[in-house]
């Protein structure tokens, strides 16, 4: 042992040795890293806090530079003033001074002294009302306003001790005012600047200020002077910066409190780290060494311990691969596991030697089974001991079935690891599998046969062939109504049950089983209450082992299914009968869904399918196909006036003119209320179909008597043809009803011919119609303002708001372009209120600035008068009285029937909203409506105003117009002023408000705008 122990000490002391060098050298590099890095740590610090101290001294230096000029900017517009008002009194000047004291400023004093160096007849003494100001000899006065007048420049002095106590900065500026001969000196203006208010309002003496500052005063030319503030910094390496003014500069310097000794507070603390990193760098080289040692010692031992390892790992190879057992280990904090071969296999991986994880395991799972699997592993881990069954699939397909077993341990290095053996048991479960299936299909089939048994009501019965005694089970002995204890019947009972007139057929149907070996029978059986029942009988002839023949069946109740086929018997003959009528009703419905009930013709539905079977041949298998589409005039008035008994009439007397003028082979049918169809054929030219129209609009328009009245109607029709097949009625239809509108529009009581202009015309009325709606959503409908003038200022009175289109290719576009288009797709109402909410807008920005437009005139739409929700929607604009003026039509009906419209009207002018008539004098307004609706306003037509300069009886027919307006108390407005006569002229005639282009034309908002600040008008008149 001792010379064991000699030689370990001697092994020790030569891996000593080697590792003594390294240890030296790293610590001399680490010395002299850490003298670099204190030393640059200590100049990067200092450099940080010099920029810190000149960001805080470069703030000062804005705050002192803004304060001084602001102080001068406002004395200078004293200044500029007095070069304006050389002559200004005492007083003048008070007021001016003191309004300078109101900004925000350091100003302490402000005087002026007017020719003081030509004439000194004013003193330079502390006490002198004109400079209010003292400083501390006269001769430095008088060399300060001398140097302000001969340089014309501002003159900056002091800091200086004041009489009135304190200390101020001196401003004298000289003040010029323009003569003959030029800039002529008139006297000084002379500020004094509070010391103490400047030094706070600029920061220098904020207790919280972390740093110390002087101030010294440097001259024009840029020498150093006094120092002025704060301590002398000049030997501690200051911070400088320059203050500049108006006369030379101040040279602000800076050093942190304490000075630059604290920049190096945190150099120990670097230090320290330092040599604890070192500590940290030396320390691993020594443990090192210590442990290249300790291995060297353990190295035999392992060696040894692997030989034995290697022994008993090749018995347990051995014994594994005769068991067929797969063995496994897995780490549980890595989940890395060690398969060996057959661990593999059974898995269906390759034996490939690699290590597996928790995942490879895992997916080799099927996936029926994967969650189960897995449960009972991680319960496994918790308990220390693993057990489970499984399926595992590997990637050609084949399924295993897998008993797994393991346990948990930990190794010598304390790491918990479960080490487990698999082994397939496929072939014991799947004859496991094989015996419970067999058990379970025979348990199935006997509890479904009992419970088909049960649910049908089935008797089974069994017959000894050689001593005929049957075997009855408990419903057999229902169905026949027999005691139900009893299971042994005779032949004989069977007899007294079964009904009398069914015995012999029943009977006979048994004798047929013996050679047959099957037997079926119905018959009836009487029960004790004397009902009746009806019984299937079913049996099959069969040989037992013992040689015993045997006649095994069923009996069933069909005593329902007899009274169903009885029912359904004479449910047959019912419904047969029934289907015969049907038949003829549908041929009643059929007739009566393809005609009008009123007048006997085809209908829109007959005329659809006539339509669909002419598309391949056209009318007739011509080829060809016209339609006629003719809607009756004045229809409505009939049946609003006569009733709707007299508007049948005349539909029954329209259809049979059409009748009466078509030939036989024509179609012709009635598609709606007032408007019918005629087909024919399109070969016999345009000339024809012509006359055939002119004949019906000709018959139609002859009178007719109803009930001792004469009544007349007539008829338009569009006429479109389709020639060459294939026909196309779709667009057919739509080429007539196009016609049919140009009929209309022409004046009805006509026909019209389709055509590809007229097609081109409803083409762009339909784009136009799509752009409007498209312009709605995009808000391109806005507001252009004519203004209107009082007649004799010539100010503005009022606007009157226009709806212009700004389209997005056509450009600003008149209302005559889309209003036509806007009323047929019933917008105006629409366009109407967004021209409102533009002008409520743009009234409350003009009166933002200032501009007067006192009020602003909107159209209103007859349409909108109707709309019920209209005084609604005006109260939610809340717009304030007198604001508004809605411009009413003279066309518009205002008579009494007219509830809706009065009403609206009504309330209008409750909410503040003046009214006025529109183009007065081409209408047929009475004055017996302006009583009633009393207007605010009405507005004389341009036809009317065009003419006055030459026609004197227009003159007389615009004066009456105005004194209608004056007797009722009505504003007059003259609309289409074009030259400055025509306002002349009005304004004589009495008109109150004029507008037209002699004063502006219509006008965006913004020109608007323009017109108003430039009041070029007033130059025009």
Known sequence: MSSEA??????????????????????????????????????????????????????IRAKLEGNINSNI?????????????????QRRFSALVSSLFEEHSQLRSVAAAPDLVVSMTYPFDGNDRAIGLDYRTNEQQRDSVLRARDTGKLVLAGPVELVQGGHGFIGRFPVFTDGPAGGTFWGIVSAVVDVGRLYADSGLVDPALGIDISITGRD?????????????????NPVTADVVLPSGTWEISAVPKGGWVAAHKDA???????????????????????????????FRELKAREAALHRLSRRLTLALETSQVGVWEMDLVTQEQIWDDRMNELNGYPADGNERCYAHWVNSLHPDDRERAKADFHAGLRRGSYRSEFRSIAPDGQMRHIRSVGTVYTDADGHRKILGVNWDVTTDVTKTAELKARETELVQVTRRLELALEASKIGVWE????TGLETWDLRMNQLYGLPEHDQTRTHAQWRDAVHPGDLDRAEADFARMLPTGRYESTYRVRLADGSVRHIRSVGIKFDEPDAKERVIGVNWDVTADVTLNEDLRLAKQATEAHNRELDAARVRIEYNALHDSLTGLPNRRYLDEKLKAMEAEGFGDRGSVALLHIDLDRFKQINDTMGHAAGDAMLVHASSVLLAN???????????????VVLTSANNGDIYLGTLAEKIVTQMRRPVNYEGHEVRFGVSIGIAAERGTPIDCKRLLINADIALY??????????????????????????????????????????????????????????????????????????????PMAEELNV?????RLILEQALGDLKRWRAKGLQVPRASVNVSLRRLHDEDLIRGLRELEIEPGLISFELVESIYLDESDAIVGWNIDQIKELGIDVEIDDFGTGYASIVSLQKLRPKRLKIDRQLVHPILTDQAQRRLLVSIIEIGKSMNIEVVAEGVETMEHARILRDLGCDILQGYAFAKPLSARELENLLFAQTWRKAG
């Open 6 to 59: 000699s030689k370990l000490q001697e092994w020790r002391l030569a891996w000593l040795k080697p590792m003594v060098l390294p240890a030296l050298i790293g610590l001399a590099v680490l010395v002299a890293v850490g003298l670099f890095v204190d030393r640059q740590s200590t100049y990067l610090a200092e450099e940080r806090m010099r920029a810190e101290v000149l960001a805080q001294a470069s703030l």
């Open 73 to 89: 900017q406002l004395v200078r517009g004293l200044v500029s003033t007095l070069t304006t008002e050389p002559e200004m009194d």
């Open 220 to 236: 024009a030319k840029g020498h150093l002077g006094e120092r002025f503030f704060g301590p002398d910094l000049t030997r501690q």
């Open 268 to 298: 120990w603390m670097l230090r320290l780290a330092l040599l604890a990193a070192g500590a940290l760098i030396l320390l691993p080289i020594i443990i090192t060494g210590r442990l290249v040692g300790e291995r060297q010692l353990h």
């Open 463 to 466: 017959l000894d062939l050689a």
């Open 662 to 676: 078509c030939g036989w082979e024509d179609f012709v049918a009635r598609i709606g209320g007032d408007e019918f």
């Open 742 to 819: 140009r009929a209309k529009g022409r004046g009805r009581n006509r026909f019209e011919f389709f055509s590809e202009a007229l097609q081109a015309e409803v083409v762009k009325s339909k784009r136009v119609a799509d752009e409007i709606l498209a312009g709605l959503e995009r808000n391109e409908f806005i507001a252009f303002y004519q203004p209107q003038f009082d007649a004799h200022t010539h100010d503005v009175v009022g606007v009157e708001a226009l709806a212009r289109w700004n389209h997005p290719l056509e450009g600003i576009r008149a209302p005559y372009a889309f209003l």
């Open 828 to 832: 105006v109402s629409t366009i109407d």
